[in-house]
């Protein structure tokens, strides 16, 4: 007779398809259930674990990036193995998953951006900010891409905290970016940096802004760089005043912009960055195939039932004069290999984190993270999130709701196919060299910037 699934000799298998923080919290939860045994391998596509904490937080947030060494531990943990350098779709399918597994949890985070939806978008020199981040970060995917910020004038789209990253970037000296763990190939891109003016681009009130006050504020706190905003934009309508009563992150906010109305350009300041509110972008203006300006409309805040503040244009246009954009307007899931997805939402439809195709909920297969809930919140957020994943995936383990695999494990399997997989091992090596040419060079570390790279360590 069989052994109860989540017993000694029988524990419960669980695939975990993305080694970011929503990933790496699932994990984590999964082995702490105290009453099933449980084993957890975590794949990454590629050989380095983390995700968005190795290539989504900028190079100069430092101390962000220490939550790796949570993560660390979670692998030091005979029960979480690391399956790295194994692409769902590429090197496994969702077949053989459910063939291996009891149970997977996907947790791929927000791959694509989202549009404008303007005229003149895909110009060149229009990016998403998600190639221009890979590419600082040394993203494989991005990282040997060219991105010249050898112009005058930039414009980024949007005011959450991955557009204050953005614009940072552009106006800090990058002599002060040296000394991170910046991509070396973006390095070279900055030192040829002639960028003396951000525009920043909100479309709601400073009210409405999503970045983060510790976010805005070190904008502030750039050598060399001046903030700018428009006074009027800070006078507030009256629905904006009830929300910035209830609000702390809005009202500290608040506080800084009206701080920086104080800052005036000196003859010696690099960069002066340009904040807009009320603004959107109608149309990339461009001359012999290059982008000069972006036309802009002036909004007015309209408020709607259940008190939600919409942008509304007023027919009011006007021309920034820029030679690069950056969209930094939220991320979006893309579809994942032959899983249900949400078109209008980007996310995989889910019913407390069990994945759904239509009215069913499909058994084993779960998700957690931005591809459950949209790319919202900070890494800490996953956290909450990840564990209410877990316990709808502990119920049903209890209940005996799982999958029932043939395979007795995925990673012989992969071998058979003479695939190589990178362990937890294998990437302690492979940091380990990249920490050496970074103590080399005075820097946390010198990232590689492709997976052949990595691997030719291994080698």
Same mark, same amino acid.
């Given at each position: 007779?069989?052994?109860?699934?989540?017993?000694?000799?029988?524990?419960?298998?669980?695939?975990? %398809? *993305?080694? *970011?923080?929503?990933?790496?919290?699932?994990?984590?939860? !999964?082995?702490?259930?105290?009453?099933?045994?449980?084993?957890?391998?975590?794949?990454?596509?590629?050989?380095?674990?983390?995700?968005?904490?190795?290539?989504?937080?900028?190079?100069?947030?430092?101390?962000?990036?220490? =939550? &790796?060494?949570?993560?660390?531990?979670?692998?030091?943990?005979?029960?979480?193995?690391?399956?790295?350098?194994?692409?769902?779709?590429?090197?496994?399918?969702?077949?053989?998953?459910?063939?291996? +597994?009891?149970?997977?949890?996907?947790?791929?985070?927000?791959? *694509?951006?989202?549009?404008?939806?303007?005229?003149?978008?895909?110009?060149?020199?229009?990016?998403?900010?998600?190639?221009? %981040?890979?590419?600082?970060?040394?993203?494989?995917?991005?990282?040997?891409?060219? +991105?010249?910020? $050898?112009?005058?004038? =930039?414009?980024?789209?949007?005011?959450?905290?991955?557009?204050?990253?953005?614009?940072?970037?552009?106006? #800090?000296?990058?002599?002060? @970016?040296?000394?991170? $763990? /910046?991509?070396?190939?973006?390095? &070279?891109?900055?030192?040829?940096?002639?960028?003396?003016?951000?525009?920043?681009?909100?479309?709601?009130?400073?009210? &409405?802004?999503?970045?983060?006050?510790?976010? !805005?504020?070190?904008?502030?706190?750039?050598?060399?760089?001046?903030?700018?905003?428009?006074?009027?934009? !800070?006078?507030?309508?009256?629905?904006?005043?009830?929300?910035?009563?209830? $609000?702390?992150?809005?009202?500290?906010?608040?506080?800084?912009?009206?701080?920086?109305?104080?800052?005036?350009?000196?003859?010696?300041?690099?960069?002066? /960055?340009?904040?807009?509110?009320?603004?959107?972008?109608?149309?990339?203006?461009?001359?012999?195939?290059? /982008? =000069?300006?972006?036309?802009?409309?002036?909004?007015?805040?309209?408020?709607?039932?259940?008190?939600?503040?919409?942008?509304?244009?007023?027919?009011?246009?006007?021309? @920034?004069?820029?030679?690069?954009?950056?969209?930094?307007?939220? +991320?979006?899931?893309?579809?994942?290999?032959?899983?249900?997805?949400?078109?209008?939402?980007?996310?995989?439809?889910?019913?407390?984190?069990?994945?759904?195709?239509?009215?069913?909920?499909?058994?084993?297969?779960?998700?957690? *993270?931005?591809?459950?809930?949209?790319?919202?919140? !900070?890494?800490?957020?996953?956290?909450?999130?990840?564990?209410?994943? =877990?316990?709808?995936?502990?119920?049903?383990?209890?209940?005996?709701?799982? @999958?029932?695999?043939?395979?007795?494990?995925?990673?012989?399997?992969?071998?058979?196919?003479?695939?190589?997989?990178?362990?937890?091992?294998?990437?302690?090596?492979?940091?380990?060299?990249?920490?050496?040419?970074?103590?080399?060079?005075?820097?946390?570390?010198?990232?590689?910037? #492709?997976?052949?790279?990595?691997?030719?360590?291994?080698?």
């Amino acid at each position: 007779m069989t052994a109860a699934v989540g017993s000694t000799s029988n524990p419960l298998r669980v695939a975990v %398809v *993305g080694s *970011g923080p929503a990933g790496m919290y699932a994990a984590a939860a !999964l082995i702490g259930t105290s009453d099933l045994e449980v084993r957890v391998d975590v794949l990454e596509r590629l050989p380095a674990p983390f995700g968005l904490v190795r290539y989504g937080v900028a190079p100069d947030h430092q101390k962000i990036k220490r =939550v &790796q060494r949570v993560f660390d531990r979670s692998f030091e943990d005979e029960r979480i193995r690391f399956l790295g350098n194994v692409e769902l779709g590429r090197d496994v399918t969702r077949a053989e998953l459910r063939s291996s +597994y009891h149970q997977i949890v996907y947790a791929v985070g927000a791959q *694509g951006d989202r549009r404008l939806g303007i005229g003149g978008e895909d110009l060149p020199g229009s990016w998403s900010s998600t190639e221009f %981040v890979n590419w600082y970060n040394g993203h494989p995917d991005l990282a040997t891409a060219d +991105y010249p910020v $050898d112009v005058e004038s =930039v414009a980024v789209v949007g005011i959450g905290n991955v557009a204050m990253d953005v614009a940072r970037i552009l106006a #800090t000296d990058p002599e002060a @970016l040296a000394a991170t $763990d /910046i991509s070396d190939r973006a390095l &070279q891109g900055l030192a040829r940096n002639r960028v003396r003016t951000v525009h920043v681009l909100a479309r709601r009130g400073p009210v &409405q802004a999503k970045c983060s006050p510790p976010e !805005l504020k070190e904008l502030g706190e750039l050598k060399g760089v001046s903030i700018g905003v428009n006074p009027a934009d !800070l006078e507030l309508d009256e629905a904006s005043e009830r929300t910035l009563a209830d $609000d702390r992150a809005a009202e500290k906010n608040l506080a800084l912009l009206r701080e920086f109305l104080a800052t005036e350009p000196s003859s010696s300041e690099r960069c002066r /960055i340009h904040l807009h509110f009320l603004t959107s972008p109608r149309e990339l203006v461009a001359e012999e195939g290059a /982008i =000069v300006a972006v036309r802009c409309e002036r909004n007015r805040l309209v408020e709607l039932d259940g008190g939600y503040l919409n942008a509304e244009g007023t027919g009011e246009f006007f021309d @920034l004069p820029v030679q690069r954009v950056v969209r930094a307007i939220g +991320y979006r899931s893309d579809p994942l290999v032959d899983l249900p997805y949400d078109e209008r939402r980007g996310v995989i439809p889910n019913l407390e984190g069990r994945v759904r195709d239509g009215d069913r909920v499909l058994t084993g297969e779960y998700v957690v *993270g931005w591809v459950k809930r949209g790319p919202s919140g !900070l890494i800490g957020s996953n956290k909450a999130d990840a564990k209410a994943t =877990v316990e709808s995936m502990v119920e049903d383990a209890r209940r005996g709701e799982h @999958l029932q695999p043939t395979l007795e494990g995925l990673e012989a399997h992969l071998v058979a196919k003479e695939h190589r997989v990178v362990n937890w091992s294998d990437w302690q090596r492979i940091e380990s060299a990249e920490n050496s040419r970074g103590e080399a060079a005075g820097r946390p570390r010198v990232k590689f910037l #492709t997976v052949e790279e990595m691997l030719s360590v291994l080698d």
